[in-house]
T-cell receptor
Framework: DSGVTQTPKHLITATGQRVTLRCSPR?????VYWYQQSLDQGLQFLIQ???????AKGNILERFSAQQFPDLHSELNLSSLELGDSALYFC??????????????FGPGTRLLVL | AQKITQTQPGMFVQEKEAVTLDCTYD???????LFWYKQPSSGEMIFLIY??????QNATEGRYSLNFQKARKSANLVISASQLGDSAMYFC?????????????FGKGTKLSVIP
């Protein structure tokens, strides 16, 4: 158990809908990252937050948004869902989010299926 | 730009034997970290081992060791005494100190199957 929690574990929804994925980082970690894992794209970085502020953006679509709250939990909002958004979405956390050597610990993931 | 290459889509190993999973990387940053993660069929990503670009010694964690060859830009994972529970996908990843490069860049992974 990495100490990172994600809810829900599974999500099935329809095209055009909006969903919210939730993540709680390990105790003491200030930085949260979101990754998407799909068969065709592999593991891709979406966005990083540090202590409530956006720090880095990756291949995140405009239909997707995220935030980190004062209690450090984070939510990833996916809207106008398309079939291609079906994927495993991971949240990871690290202590500060800086430095090449800082290990990121991953949550169990949320498996999203868009029908 | 950073890139991780894992050239072995799938590998088989006999139980109790050692196996090496290959990883090569590309970065122009002098300071970087290399990581290996394990993803069992249940889906979670489990951190295994870390090697820093300035580390003089190869990293080891129990049955896992990282064969770091900086000049060749390779960071191969060695699993000794394979167990059935080692069957999983293995991902090599890199993180560098370049501006804005706080995320991990992953390879495509290697699927390891341990044969009894």
């Amino acid at each position: 158990d990495s100490g990172v929690t994600q809810t829900p574990k599974h999500l099935i929804t329809a095209t055009g809908q909006r969903v919210t994925l939730r993540c709680s980082p390990r105790s003491g970690d200030l930085s949260v990252y979101w990754y998407q894992q799909s068969l065709d794209q592999g593991l891709q970085f979406l966005i990083q937050y540090y202590n409530g502020e956006e720090r880095a953006k990756g291949n995140i679509l405009e239909r997707f948004s995220a935030q980190q709250f004062p209690d450090l939990h984070s939510e990833l909002n996916l809207s106008s869902l398309e079939l291609g958004d079906s994927a495993l979405y991971f949240c990871a956390s690290s202590v500060e989010g800086q430095g090449a050597g800082e290990t990121q610990y991953f949550g169990p993931g949320t498996r999203l299926l868009v029908l | 730009a950073q890139k991780i290459t894992q050239t072995q889509p799938g590998m088989f190993v006999q139980e109790k034997e050692a196996v090496t999973l290959d990883c090569t990387y590309d970065t122009s940053d002098p300071s970087y970290g290399l990581f290996w993660y394990k993803q069992p069929s249940s889906g979670e990503m489990i951190f295994l081992i870390y090697q820093g670009s300035y580390d003089q010694q190869n990293a080891t964690e129990g049955r896992y060791s990282l064969n770091f060859q900086k000049a060749r830009k390779s960071a191969n994972l060695v699993i000794s005494a394979s167990q059935l529970g080692d069957s999983a996908m293995y991902f090599c990843a890199m993180r560098s100190d370049g501006a804005g490069s706080y995320q991990l860049t992953f390879g495509k992974g290697t699927k390891l199957s341990v044969i009894p």
